[in-house]
Structure formats: structure tokens, C-alpha cells
């Protein structure tokens, strides 16, 4: 397994391109299941998840081919039985039920794993797909939906923490095709289920009121190819700005869309870095003089909990006392203990992190546990005097493209060691 070996202290500079977005294009690909017609998606990332997705894809029977960030998917013939243990790898994978659901009337996978930040269940998901009049199955690992045919109807898809991004994504795409009209209340408004919504529209779906808490959804018989052009990742780009504030270094962040990052910039502002958008281009930069955030995770557009571990990386060095609150999931603060080993000071209090800032980090070893928490250790070793060696970085290339490289043209000392 690789890791990343960081020599850290240094302000790191200059322009990062930001690649497409994985939690757009998950969902995106699974959509191209809904028609037998050629599908082009562009500015797809090179990301582990997505070598997961499209090998998902090819087991379905869909053809893939690949140049450079540009995808050609055509699921022509294609059945309802995914690859269970790829399936049951990736929780983005669940987003293949509605779309096969739709298109064959059946699906069968494997139940997706819980992850080290939660349990992770499905309940919203087939709650919207019995809405629709789907028969579900849950049983030895696997769950079965089955329909017919598919009625539409108005499905509140509001859980206890509020709405479900994949669940509406996989609503919105089994609605899409079944007859009548598909109301979706509590919907998710982060910008990837608008994305996704826009590739269905250019297929041929009559979606209304995607980025809002209502989606109206009017099905129809048959979806066509399309050719879609992935939106910019805004974790990505939060992740890189919250490097140029961790590390006292400027970064323009090519590609990111500033709309999409309301939260993040602001909190950013308030954490004392500087943000500049001139003709559509993002820049920030970091003043060397932190302050202490308060921050509580919400649904979008509040503040996203997948830079919620980043930003606990950059108040760990801002004197001062910090408050980070996770209201999304339960138990995504595996981070903390990692980052206490590089001389952080945060004390767990239920949902809150209270971290206590602004004694100097320094380097030492230390353990990836999932996607966002490996963000956060690598800014925390960048931003640290002396060395840092973060193993288990497989988890990091599920979500960011080729991070090293990116931070090595910003002036990082960080290299990639071949794992055992
Ligand atoms: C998406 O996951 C993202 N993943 C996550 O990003 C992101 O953290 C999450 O949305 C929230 O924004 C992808 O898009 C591939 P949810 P998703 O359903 O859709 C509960 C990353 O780091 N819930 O919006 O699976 C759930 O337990 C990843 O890129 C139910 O109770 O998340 C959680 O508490 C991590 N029942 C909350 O809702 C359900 O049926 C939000 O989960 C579904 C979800």
C-alpha cells in the first residue's frame, strides 16, 4: 500500500487545475444504463472510485472505452446482476438500482458496505423505489427491486438528518422512465444531483426543480444518448484552498466553480484567509494569521460535511479554541486521532470536536482511515515543520486525482513511496 512522505513548513503556491467531479460523475455513469443509445461523458477523473464504477458498468454488459478524461458508454445489452463484491467495495455503486430499475424492471445487488464513517444505509433509497411501486428484497447481502412497470408519485425522501444525495439521484433516474409524474419532496440540492439532472435532461428527461427541495419529474417512454461534460469537483477545489490557508501560500483554483462553494469560502474568510474571483477565476491565499471557525455540517448549501476534516486540519493551527460539529454522519472524526499525533489538541464531545489551536505541528507518522480524513493529514503534514509519512493513501486516490503531483507544482516536498 502507497504512501505519501511530506517534508512540511513550506507556503506552497501557484495554479492547480481541478478535475471533474467523482460525486457528480458516480451517479452520471450509472445513468447511462438508461438507454441502449452511445453516451459521452467528458472531464471524468482518474479515480479509483470510477475504475470501480465503469468495471461495475462492463459487468452489467455495457461497452466502455476511454481517452483521456473523455468516457464513450454504450448499454446496449445489458442485465439486472451487477458484480457483487465490486458492488459491495463502493457505496457509490448503490446508484445503479433506480437507473436498472427503470430500464429492465429488475435489479439485483449486493448490499453496499457501512465505512469507517457510518453505517451508511439504504432505507430513503428503496423507500423512493417502493414509492414508485418497485417490490424490494433484502436478503443474505443482496437486495432484489422488482417492478412491472413503474407509476409515478409524490415521495417525501427527508431522513433523520435530512435528504439522501444518492437516494434522490436514484429516484430521479428510475422517475425518469416510469409513466405519470414523479414528485420528490425533501430532495437534495447539492450541485452533482443537478449535474446529474442535466446529463437526464440532455437525454431526454423532463426534470423540473433539481437544486431545489422539490423535483418534479415527468416520465417518459424512452431516454437517448447525450454528450456531458462533468462539473468541476468542489471538494477538490476546497481541499487545495484549504492548503493555501493551512500553509500561508496563494493558489488559483483553474476550473473550481466559486458558486458552488459558498460555505467553504466563507468559513475560509472567517479562518483569515484572503479569497479573489477575477473573470470566474478563484484564488486564495493564506495570510499566515489563523483565526478560530465554528463549523456544523448540513445538507447543501450549508457547510459540506466532505470538507469538514480539511477544515479541521487548518483550525488545528489557529490559536484559539475551534468547534466543529458533525450533524451528517456518525462517526466521521477518525482524523482527530491521527492529527493528535502530529501535536493537535482536540477533545471529542459527541457530535463536537473542540479543537484547541495554534501550537506548531510536527511531522510524525500517521494512518489514512478513509477519503476526507486523508485530505486532512496530508494539509496537516504540508502545514507541519518536519516529515510526515501518511500510509494507506489507496484511500486518498479514490477521490483525488493524482494529489501528489498537483501539490509537487505548488512547490510541496511530498513524494509517493510504492507500498509493500
Ligand atoms: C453522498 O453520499 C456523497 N457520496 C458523500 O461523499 C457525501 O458525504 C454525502 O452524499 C453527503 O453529502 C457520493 O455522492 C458518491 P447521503 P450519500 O445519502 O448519498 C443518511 C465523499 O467523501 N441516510 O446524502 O451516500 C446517511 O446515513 C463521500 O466524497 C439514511 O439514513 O450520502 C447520512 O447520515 C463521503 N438513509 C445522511 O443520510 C438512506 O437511505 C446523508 O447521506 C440514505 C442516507
Redesign the pocket.
Known amino acids: 500500500m502507497d504512501s505519501f512522505l511530506i517534508e512540511g513548513g513550506l507556503p506552497l503556491s501557484g495554479e492547480v487545475t481541478i478535475s471533474g467531479s ?2 457528480a460523475v ?2 452520471i455513469l450509472a445513468a447511462t444504463l438508461l438507454t441502449s443509445e452511445t453516451c459521452i461523458i467528458r472531464r471524468v477523473p482518474d479515480l479509483s472510485d470510477v475504475g470501480f464504477m465503469l468495471k461495475i458498468l462492463q459487468s452489467l454488459g455495457a461497452e466502455v472505452t476511454r481517452d483521456g478524461d473523455t468516457l464513450t458508454i454504450r448499454a446496449a445489452n445489458i442485465s439486472g446482476r451487477g458484480d457483487y463484491e465490486l458492488i459491495r467495495k463502493m ?2 455503486s ?1 446508484c445503479i438500482l433506480g437507473p436498472l430499475l427503470a430500464r429492465l424492471k429488475e435489479a439485483v445487488v449486493s448490499l453496499p458496505g457501512g465505512c469507517v ?10 423507500k423512493g423505489l417502493r414509492g414508485l411501486g418497485a417490490q424490494v428484497e433484502v436478503e443474505a447481502g443482496y437486495v432484489r427491486v422488482h417492478a412491472p412497470r413503474l407509476e409515478g408519485q409524490m415521495i417525501f425522501l427527508g ?9 434522490t439521484a436514484n429516484l430521479m433516474m428510475a422517475a425518469t422512465l416510469a409513466s405519470g409524474i414523479t414528485v420528490i419532496e425533501s430532495a ?1 440540492c ?1 450541485p ?1 444531483v443537478v449535474d446529474l439532472a442535466d446529463f437526464l435532461i440532455a437525454m431526454g428527461a423532463k426534470i423540473t426543480g433539481a437544486g431545489s427541495p422539490t423535483i418534479t419529474i415527468h416520465g417518459v417512454k424512452a431516454l437517448h444518448g447525450a454528450d456531458h461534460e462533468v462539473i468541476a469537483d468542489r ?1 477538490e477545489a476546497g481541499t487545495f484552498a484549504a492548503v493555501a490557508a493551512a500553509t500561508g501560500g496563494e493558489v488559483t483554483l483553474r476550473g473550481a466553480r466559486p458558486d458552488h462553494l459558498g460555505a467553504v469560502l466563507d468559513k475560509l474568510q472567517e479562518a483569515g484567509a484572503e479569497i479573489r474571483r477575477a473573470a470566474g477565476v478563484l484564488t486564495v491565499r493564506g495570510t499566515g494569521s489563523l483565526k478560530p471557525i465554528d463549523i456544523t455540517t448540513m ?2 448549501s450549508g457547510f ?3 470538507m469538514q476534516a480539511q477544515l479541521m486540519a487548518l483550525a488545528c493551527q489557529a490559536p484559539g479554541t475551534s468547534i466543529i460539529t458533525e450533524r ?3 462517526s466521521r472524526f477518525m482524523h482527530a486521532s491521527e492529527l493528535m499525533r502530529l501535536g493537535a489538541d482536540i477533545a471529542i464531545e459527541g457530535p463536537s470536536a473542540i479543537v484547541k489551536g495554534g501550537r506548531p505541528l510536527s511531522g510524525a507518522p500517521v494512518m489514512a482511515s478513509d ?2 480524513a486523508s485530505a486532512a493529514l496530508v494539509i496537516a503534514g504540508l502545514a507541519a515543520k518536519g516529515s510526515t509519512q501518511v500510509h494507506r493513501v489507496y484511500h486518498l486516490d479514490r ?1 483525488y486525482e493524482r494529489m501528489e503531483l498537483k501539490l509537487q507544482k505548488l512547490g510541496a516536498r511530498i513524494q509517493r513511496t510504492p507500498g509493500e
Request: neutral net charge; glycine residues 14%.
Open positions: 467523482k460525486n458516480l451517479p457505496r457509490g448503490i464513517i457510518g453505517t451508511r444505509p439504504i432505507d430513503l433509497h428503496l431522513g433523520r438528518v435530512g435528504p439522501t444525495v444518492l437516494g437534495a447539492e452533482e471538494i445538507p447543501y459540506p460535511t466532505d451528517i454522519f456518525e477519503l476526507r477521490g
